[in-house]
């Protein structure tokens, strides 16, 4: 199956500082999708970004599936940025199986 | 919009306990529903999927008859863990596509966090 590998596993951001996290999938998607998990592990949906670039606010996403990467911006960051941040993708050819990434902790300090 | 609601969000309950989570999907039908599980500090792994009107189809080294999956309608779709033991203590998840073989993201539930004593 497809493997999902996210970069960096940690972070940690002052207040107001930019950050770029990384997916990279092993094979051709039909579907990806970034997600914020909160502390109670509600899964928020941020992107569905199989490919091209989108914005909502303080984040955007880019994907660039001819080069199998995905990217998350997260520009002016705030502490209510913290979490776990996670990519999910699921394979051309497949039957919407999501394959998570491995996951990027973020904390925000003031 | 298109929701998946789940249910309970939080269960303690003694080993040896079974223990049903249920999964709806509200304003679409989902024939097909997938279930995931989350040990702490880890990411979320896919455990089987549930398929309106036939047998579930579990991943490689989940067990299917302590993780015994239903999906007898189209917008309800049951993980009951039999018998559960605290290393069955996790956080479990369902998600459901709107369509099947469209490229429209999944829409998740709010996950169930299962203690075992």
């Known amino acids: 199956g497809i493997q999902v590998e996210q970069s960096p596993p940690d972070l940690i951001l002052q207040e107001g500082a930019n950050s770029t996290l990384r997916c990279n999938f092993s094979d051709s998607v039909n579907n990806l999708q970034w997600f914020h998990q909160n502390p109670w592990g509600q899964l928020i949906n941020l992107f569905y970004i199989p490919s091209g670039t989108k914005q909502n606010g303080r984040l955007s996403a880019t994907t660039v599936a001819t080069e199998r990467y995905s990217l998350l911006y997260i520009s002016s960051s705030q502490t209510t940025d913290s979490g776990v941040y996670f990519c999910?993708?699921?394979?051309?050819?497949?039957?919407?199986?999501?394959?998570f990434g491995t996951g990027t902790k973020l904390q925000v300090i003031p | 919009g298109a929701v998946v609601s789940q249910h309970p969000s939080w269960v303690i309950c003694k080993s040896g306990t079974s223990v049903k989570i249920e999964c709806r999907s509200l304003d679409f039908q989902a024939t097909t529903m997938f279930w995931y599980r989350q040990f702490p500090k880890q990411s979320l792994m896919l455990m089987a999927t549930?398929?309106?009107?036939?047998?579930?189809?579990?991943e490689q080294g989940v067990e299917k008859d302590k993780f015994l999956i239903n999906h007898a309608s189209l917008t309800l779709s049951t993980l009951t863990v039999t018998s559960a033991h605290p290393e069955d203590s996790s956080f479990y998840i369902c998600?459901?596509?709107?369509?099947?073989?469209?490229?429209?993201?999944?829409?998740f539930g709010d996950g169930t966090r299962l203690s075992i004593l």
């Open positions: 998600s459901a596509p709107e369509w099947v073989y469209s490229n429209q993201p999944q829409h």
């Open positions: 999910a993708a699921d394979g051309a050819g497949g039957y919407q199986k999501v394959t």
């Open positions: 549930s398929n309106e009107g036939s047998k579930a189809t579990y």
